[in-house]
DNA sequence: TCTGGGGTCCTAGGACCC
DNA sequence: TCTGGGGTCCTAGGACCC
């Protein structure tokens, strides 16, 4: 029988600190920009258990954060850190199955087969304690033939926890559970089936809820499918090539000054291009969004028509797209702008970096070569 | 309390081609 | 004078995830 075993890791990027700071263990210890340091834009990356306690979220606004808990100890994020730290976690899951599908720098499936829930439960235990005694880095696992359920049932394991469920008590285990709990659900979802009167997963499956879940779609189909333990999952379960890059900068301060905004988009669109060239990748369209100072967006963007690499198509294209927003902008709200972003996206592998390209999947995105049956000739014409 | 930075996928209309 | 269906690409926006 094959057994998802989808891990987790508890707190990360606190973890990962902690390793370094022993002192600050059962303290309540938050990775993000610090509040202190006067007016800061940001948002908690990571909070320990303890800082839970006061309420503290990923994701909550730091100023939030330091009235919820003015002694917590602030860390400011180091990223290169919680990416060497999650490969150490790669490299120990592979020692335990050649199936691991990495889904974000704290999550990864393991999958094996196992004749039982017994053996599959025994196999979380060691994982969970590899990571443990090796690493110092704590992980909750949840564990299921469905890797939908399998990652459910982590959440509820948290912290330091294991949680296994059978494949003939799937419906019951999250017969109870809040349909957001589902992944895929967010607010707006679980106020369209508040709507309905459904709250919980089981009430997914009532008979006269089918007909109005159709509101929603083939995900509607699929929230039904597995309320009754039998979830849709794709049999490709492979992670591919990334699809797009983006480099997004949140301002200072927020400003409708032209020549700082198109500074900034510059640098943008010039750290996106690198990035992009680094990895093996050229890009072939480009998208420059707009927050405004009351958080809505704007975006737009625009095909090159071919595959480009270097910086200064990124450049030239992120100046016009900006200054076509700006301007429409002006005849209009005029809002002040508080977030600028450029994305470059139709990735594909550039000439003579399949060796790059190969390291780069084993890293941790294993799957199907991007390079099969797609020769990239230098001026070769994209399809269409 | 005033909201980051990095991604993916889906929808939908219009252009364009056969 | 009035009438198709199917497929792909481009673009904008939105929901969601970590």
């Not at 340091?37 to 006061?54: D, I, K, M, N, T």
């Not at 599959?120 to 590899?130: E, F, M, S, V, W």
């Not at 020549?259 to 480009?286: H, I, K, P, W």
Request: aromatic share 6%; with cysteine; hydrophobic share 35%.
């Amino acid at each position: 029988m094959r057994w998802c075993l989808y891990v987790d890791m508890d707190a990360f990027y606190v973890s990962c600190e902690l390793r370094d700071r022993g002192d600050l263990r059962g303290l309540p210890v938050v990775v993000g920009p610090d509040p202190r340091q006067g007016h800061v834009r940001g948002v908690v990356l990571s909070a320990s258990y303890e800082a839970r306690r006061f309420g503290l979220r990923s994701a909550m606004p730091v100023s939030r954060a330091h009235a919820l808990c003015p002694a917590a100890v602030w860390i400011p994020a180091d990223f290169p850190k919680y990416e060497r730290a999650a490969r150490e976690v790669r490299a120990v899951l592979f020692r335990f199955s050649p199936d691991v599908l990495p889904f974000s720098i704290d999550e990864a499936a393991v999958w094996v087969d196992l004749p039982s829930a017994i053996e599959a439960r025994d196999l979380g235990d060691r994982i969970q304690a590899t990571l443990h005694s090796e690493l110092q880095l704590p992980a909750s696992i949840g564990i299921s033939p469905y890797r939908t359920v399998a990652k459910i049932a982590t959440d509820t394991a948290k912290p330091a926890g294991i949680r296994v469920v059978p494949p003939n008590e799937t419906a019951d285990f999250l017969a109870p559970l809040p349909v957001r709990s589902i992944p895929g659900v967010g607010p707006k979802t679980e106020a369209v089936l508040q709507g309905l009167g459904i709250e919980t997963i089981g009430q997914l499956r009532t008979g006269n809820s089918t007909s109005q879940l159709r509101r929603l779609g083939t995900f509607g189909e699929e929230l039904r499918a597995l309320a009754s333990g039998s979830p849709h999952e794709s049999t490709e379960l492979d992670v591919g090539p990334p699809k797009s890059r983006s480099s997004d900068r949140t301002l200072p301060e927020d400003t409708r000054d032209e020549a700082t905004l198109a500074d900034a988009v510059r640098d943008l669109a010039r750290e996106a291009a690198v990035g992009v060239q680094s990895e093996g990748f050229r890009y072939e369209n480009l998208t420059v969004r707009i927050r405004w100072e009351d958080f809505q967006q704007v975006q737009r963007g625009r095909s090159l028509g071919a595959a480009r690499e270097g910086t200064e198509p990124s450049v030239a294209e992120a100046a016009r797209l900006l200054h076509e927003l700006l301007q429409e902008e002006r005849t209009g709200r005029n809002r002040r702008v508080r977030l600028l972003s450029v994305r470059l996206g139709g990735l594909s592998p550039r000439v003579g970096t399949q060796r790059r390209l190969d390291r780069y999947l084993r890293a941790g995105r294993r799957g199907r070569a991007p390079l099969d049956g797609a020769p990239d000739e230098p001026g070769a014409s994209p399809k269409r």
